[in-house]
């Protein structure tokens, strides 16, 4: 068994982008993969296609189908706000176990699985839980998702520290280009504050060549099984 919990420094970091171009490339190399994006805020269905559950079920290459969504994703909520207070505005909370449970489940499958959390490393699911303690109660590896832009570094260093003192192991970083032409720089930088990680750099667009290479960079000599199973 083999899962990843895919979590970023805040939202529109590049999870998503990050969960499906690895599936992808997975695939691809014959891997047994699938993707789930538990919680998912800002949804419409007329615009399934576009969401996270869309995007992970077409780099899964399967259909983005109501059942199929729903089976990836089963806490769907309208608003584009945090989880919590988008559930809120249904009249609805989550329940914490109950999520970290599906996850559990879902994990359980002997291929190699990527969760996709939800916003960045601290943002709340309900009244007393964020995804700190969500990964913390899963206990799988994280990749982290981080940027270049300008504000990253501390955002990364901040996620970072919070995830150790939680006793959420970060597997892997990956620096995802924001396209300011720092990425080198601040991969640089996070190795010499972040010595026991494996940092990578995903350039913009990137494509399947790229996640080859960030496979192999992040993943490869990792006696945890990583993505490779
Ligand atoms: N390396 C990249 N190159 C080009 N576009 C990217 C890259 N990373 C992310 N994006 C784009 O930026 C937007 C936000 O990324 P996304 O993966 O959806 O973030 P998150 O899942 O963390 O909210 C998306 O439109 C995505 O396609
Ligand atoms: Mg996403």
Redesign the pocket.
Known sequence: MSAYFVT?TG????????ASGLLRYLRGQRKVVAGIKPVISGFDIAKARAS?AGELLDAMGEAVTSEAVEQISPWRFAAPLSPDMAAAHEGKAIDFEALVAFCRDAAAWPGTLLI?GVGGVMVPLDAQHTVLDWMAALSLPAIL?TGSYLGTLSHTLTAASAMAQAGAKIAALVV??SGNGAASDTAATLRRFLTETPIAI?????GSADFAVLVTELFQGDDGKPIKN
Do not use: Q, Y
Not at 11 to 18: A, E, L, N, Q, S
Not at 202 to 206: D, F, Q, Y
């Open positions: 970023a939202t529109d970091i590049g999870k998503t982008f990050v996270d996709e998702v995802n280009d995903l350039p913009r667009m990137a």
